[in-house]
């Protein structure tokens, strides 16, 4: 392979095809830049394989993020809001959410959503793997977590996590290759808390170096994680991985919105339809496709590529593309304390985490349960202005200064990501109406909480509120869900052996076509209660490498 780096924007392709028409297909064609379909055309390019990726957003370079400029928490409101359908940049699609409890999150760049997320980076726990065989509900995923341990392990390194190995409620497991980011006086205050009720709490790994690492700069504790990092330091794909991929040959298309994935006679796919941001329509063609568009974005894409192959949906036979969403309910209490806590200070994402009330115990009326986090409440308008919801009233004029006097500097919150369980009827369907800006149908979320799920929430709301008074909380805010919380996407093209009950095998290779691929969240057949990014990347780096090691017998379209 070539050391030449190549970014096209889909309109560069079509006026380089006006000179020299072109009929390159791609051995891999990679749809979507985000988490796993970097760690994908990372690994695939390295080892020699020639790499076409179509990402529908652009290359954001770090000098347009805000979180460096006083106008930082304007700017959260809407350019750099984590809701797409607030956003509304040309590179977004509209989700129709009349239906769903929870706003779906994501950011479409090179990067995806790796760009705004807080980089929290957990593992899963073992028994997240095994919840139908410990818990009776759900199914167990096709592997387990020690088969999955030494790609977390990969990943760790690749991502440059800071963390403290050795977290009674894990395994044991390597140490993470950077310490631990300071926990601050916010979670200080938190530890002594729950130091007084004897219950489990550790520092919280991010993939936010804590001293430079592979190119990147040490965390300056902005706070500002969720409007991009201005500083170069947070662990986004577009930095960890794709300088890798696109220095070993891989060809990155921006502005690529894909309508559909093609199907070749032999029912193989053979490459994709995408349009440019001028509104022209290119094909790309390839010899095995790979679909990282995330848990709504992927699931739209196969059930937009109909054919009368595939009526239903391009590899869908089981009818569960799209099914099963699973987006992580998100409740918080925030607490309010008489003593300075610094609590503008970053990271934006978790200092302290706590699994106390993590495992089923079936006393409390449900299975499953939530991971606990400490975030900061950041400046005047607060962390969770990035989040929107908040009353006018609540956060302009002389409210303002009256809540800004109160709690600036004084408060945290304790975040709560519930599990929640698998459903069909939790689902993402395409939209009779709504439609992107290229005329593509959009998709409409249908999502709404069990009843496990609301009784699981409650409890962890009275244990946290307990928690916080043990810290010495003078008051607090307690916020039973938060509508903007999508942010974890899972479910849709759920992995599994049996055909008639998942979309994909544990390789992420769909059961109806030999030579299509799904490596992002989607797959997941559980969504455990932690935060998905790097099991996300790990999943895929598992997947990709079995690809790359079994490349002699790879299905391909010719």
């Known amino acids: 392979m070539g050391a030449a780096t190549e970014i096209l924007r889909a309109e560069d392709v079509f006026l380089m095809a006006k000179v020299k028409p072109s009929a390159d297909v791609a051995e891999v064609l990679i749809i979507g830049a985000g988490a796993s379909g970097s760690v994908a055309a990372k690994e695939l390019a390295e080892n020699g394989f020639q790499v076409v990726c179509l990402e529908q957003g652009p ?64 593992r899963f726990m073992p028994s997240d793997f095994r919840v139908k065989t410990l818990d009776g509900v759900a199914d167990d995923w096709p592997f387990t977590y020690e088969d999955l341990e030494p790609f977390y392990d990969r990943m760790d390194v690749e991502m440059g996590v800071s963390g403290l190995a050795g977290d009674p409620a894990y395994p044991p497991m390597t140490e993470f290759p950077l310490p631990p980011l300071p926990i601050g006086k916010i979670g200080m205050k938190a530890a002594e808390g729950m130091n007084k009720l004897g219950w489990h709490w550790w520092p919280g790994p991010c993939a936010i170096p804590s001293r430079p690492y592979r190119g990147r700069n040490q965390c300056v504790r902005r706070g500002t994680c969720l409007t991009g990092c201005a500083d170069r330091a947070k662990a986004s794909t577009d930095h960890t991985h794709w300088p890798i991929a696109l220095e070993n040959g891989a060809k990155l298309i921006t502005g690529a919105r894909v309508r559909e994935i093609t199907i070749n006679d032999d029912g193989l796919a053979d490459g994709a339809i995408y349009i440019d941001r001028a509104g022209r329509e290119h094909r790309q063609r390839a010899q095995i496709v790979i679909v990282c568009g995330n848990g709504i974005g992927t699931p739209r894409l196969l059930l937009l590529s109909k054919s009368n192959r595939f009526p239903d949906g391009l590899a869908n036979s089981s009818g569960l593309v799209g099914k099963n969403l699973m987006m992580h309910p998100y409740a918080a209490v925030t607490g309010h304390f008489d003593e300075p806590l610094e609590s503008w200070l970053g990271p934006a994402g978790q200092t302290i985490q706590s699994m106390e009330f993590y495992e089923t115990d079936a006393s409390r009326g449900f299975v499953r349960g939530a991971k606990w986090q400490v975030m900061p409440s950041g400046g005047p308008l607060g962390m969770r202005a990035a989040y929107g ?3 006018l009233e609540e956060a302009w004029g002389a409210n303002l200064h009256r809540n800004t006097r109160k709690v600036f500097g004084r408060s945290f919150e304790w975040g709560i990501i519930a599990e929640d369980l698998p459903n069909e009827d939790n689902r993402v369907i395409l939209d009779s109406a709504l439609t992107d800006s290229d005329g593509i149908p959009s998709p409409k979320i249908i999502y709404k909480n069990s009843e496990n799920t609301e009784k699981m929430i409650a409890f962890h709301l009275e ?79 598992r997947a990709v490498t079995h690809m790359i090691e079994n490349k002699k017998d790879l299905k391909v379209a010719t």
Request: charged share 20%; proline share 7%.
């Open 463 to 541: 244990r946290v509120q307990e928690a916080m008074a043990a810290a010495g909380a003078v008051d607090m805010v307690v916020t039973p869900l938060m509508r903007d919380c999508g942010w974890h996407l899972m479910g849709t093209c759920r992995m599994g052996d049996d055909p008639k009950r998942s979309v994909v095998d544990q390789w992420g290779r769909a059961h109806d076509v030999p030579n299509l691929y799904v490596y992002d969240g989607s797959v997941f057949v559980t969504s455990s209660g932690f935060n998905p990014t790097g099991t996300i990347t790990a999943v895929a780096l």
């Open 389 to 391: 919801g908040k009353p």
């Open 59 to 122: 290359r954001v370079d770090n000098g347009e993020f805000w979180g460096d400029k006083p106008e930082w928490e304007l700017m959260s409101q809407k350019r750099w809001h984590p809701n797409p359908n607030v956003r509304d940049l040309e590179n977004d699609y509209p989700i129709n959410t009349d239906e769903s409890d929870v706003n779906p999150l994501m950011y479409n760049a090179v990067g995806g959503s790796t760009i705004l997320y807080a980089a929290h980076w957990q």
